[in-house]
Structures are given as C-alpha cells and as structure tokens.
C-alpha cells in the first residue's frame, strides 16, 4: 500500500519510522510546514517531501494517507483524500466537533474510501483480551473504574485551543473515552467535575475531570483523566477495574501499554488467573488492522462513527464540568 504522512511534529514520526518497517506500506511521501523538521526527519529516506498536504494529495498516486496534524485539519485533509479516492487513517482525536466528524464520515462515505481514526487502546492487546472476555465467559461489564492521568502536560497552543486540540480532556483523554465505548456499548448521561490543577495559565481550558458515566447498557463508570501527572519511574500508569456479571478483571501497567490482565470468576472467587502481555506494539496492531480493512473493505473497529461517539462523550464532559450538571447524551 502506497501510503503518505501528514505531520511529524509529534506522533507522525512512529507512524513514519514504524510503517516503514511494515510489509503492508510503502511510505513514498511525508509533509509538513515546518521544513527543517521535516528534512530532520525524512534524512536518509527516499521519500517525496511536502510543506502543503494539498500539493502532496494532488501529486502523489497514493492508497491511503495517514493525517497526524492538529485535529483542525483533519476534516479538510480527510475531504482532499477522499475525494481523490485515497483511504484515510487519521490519529485522534478525529475533530474538534462531532459535527465535523460527522462531515468527514459523509465525504469518505461519499467517496467510498476507508475511515478510520488512531485509536491505539483499541489494540493494546491486554485491552482486547478484556474485551473478548466480557463478550464471553466474564460477561458484560456492570461497573468500570478508569485511571488514566497523563505523565506530562503539552505547552503546544493548538493543543490547548476550543477550536483544535481541545485541552487534555478531548486531545488525549478521547483514549478514555473510547475505550468506554470498546468495552461497554454507548453511554446514556456523564457527570463530571473538572479544573485547571497545574495548567491556570491555560484557563477556562479544563486541564483533568473526575466523571462518572451512565450506560445505556444500565451500566456504570468512573473516570480521571487530565494532564496531572509527572513522568517519574513507577508513577507513568494506566489502569481498568472491571466488576463483570460473572467475575472480575483488572488490567493494568506502565503508561500508553498496560500488559498485565487479572480476573477471577464469581463461582472460584479465590481463583486468580494472570496473563501477561509483552508482546506487538499497539501502533503495529493498528496500522495492520488498516492495511486489512483497505483490503477486504471491513468496517475498521475504530469507525468514524466510532471515533465520533467519543468526542461527544468528552464534549459532554467538559460541559458537565463547566456547568456543574448531568449532561444527557443523545443516542446515536
């Protein structure tokens, strides 16, 4: 698959150097605006170099494009590829708005081309093992405690901007908020009380949030998140607490990558059973599951519609936090 890069100043460049290692692309063409970034790194590789993803899209005979700029440019970006019938990965969170979301879901509908958006917890595998477990022998999930507090803070304007990143709970929190949906279905009500803990100089951006979370399933979470950590050794982690119908499940481990899964059942409740998981990079997972869905034509498990549930619910969060209320999410 003959595949570009759009954006290195920051995830771009696991994209770039890990998909050039990969069987299934061909990485031919790599932008961004800032040129010596880009020099510095694409040096040494036989790729075409851009400054304007519109030249890039307009130049290159291309299957696919991965978008890992600002969220502001996504949907532009994703209507450019789509119209030249190139399939589209795109790193979270999608947009900035559900409604642009949805206006990217429509132009790669349009165009028939692939949709979807880098949402790598999907595919830790730890995560996954979760998953099918509770669609089988653990069964639903009734309550879910969600630890994710992020080890360090962006200074990145765009990252902080209404219009763009969204602050840390849409730009990096959207994690949270999907990995919800993978594992409980679609969520009915948020509360949720938030501040600006380490960050006053970015407000009335909300830097972290504490949330509880109503399913439509009848179930429950609760969550914190936000840019409120340090990376000091031992304290960069990640966590899920799952009380199931049958049992209970714990995942947990270093931040970005939990690999360690525990569950017991409710009928040998001393009975512990542990999986470790030290194995595929997430991002590799990912980007095959790409590569297997612009082949066959599947529905990518991080759907555009997918991808745009989250950034409600973490839009609902937010307005939660700022007015102090339960906020009603209307079904999709």
Known sequence: MRIAIVGLGGVGVHHLRIMSAMDEFEVVAACD????????????????????????LATERLDA???????????????????????????????????LCQQMIDDCTRHHVVLMVAHKKRFVAAVQRLKHLCDTDLGPIQVLYHRYPHPWMSEADWFW??????????????????CLHFLMGDVE???????????????PQLNCAVYTARFQSGAMAMVGAGMIGTPAPGLMFEDFY???????????????????????????PTELHVEEFEGEDPFVAEF????????????????????KKAITLC?????????????????V
């Open 33 to 56: 605006t800032n040129e010596d970034l880009l020099q510095e790194r694409t040096k040494g590789r036989s790729i075409a170099c851009y400054a304007d993803a519109a030249a890039l």
């Open 65 to 99: 494009v991965s978008l890992c700029t600002p969220p502001k440019a996504h949907p532009p970006h994703t209507r450019w590829a789509a119209e030249r019938g190139v399939h589209v990965l795109c790193e979270k969170p999608m947009a900035p708005t559900p409604e």
């Open 161 to 178: 901007a209404e219009d763009d990143g969204g602050g840390p709970l849409v730009e990096n929190a959207v994690h949270a908020a999907d």
């Open 189 to 203: 009500r948020v509360y949720a009380e938030g501040d600006v803990f380490n960050a006053p100089h970015r407000a």
């Open 242 to 268: 799952a009380a199931c119908v049958n049992g209970t499940a714990q995942v947990a481990g270093g931040f970005d990558n939990p690999t360690e899964l525990k569950y017991a059942f409710r009928n040998k």
């Open 288 to 307: 095959r599951h790409f590569s297997d869905c612009v082949a066959t034509g599947r529905t990518p498990i991080s759907s555009g519609p997918e991808s």
């Open 315 to 331: 839009h609902a969060v937010k307005a939660s936090a700022r007015t102090r209320t339960p906020v009603e999410i209307e079904p």
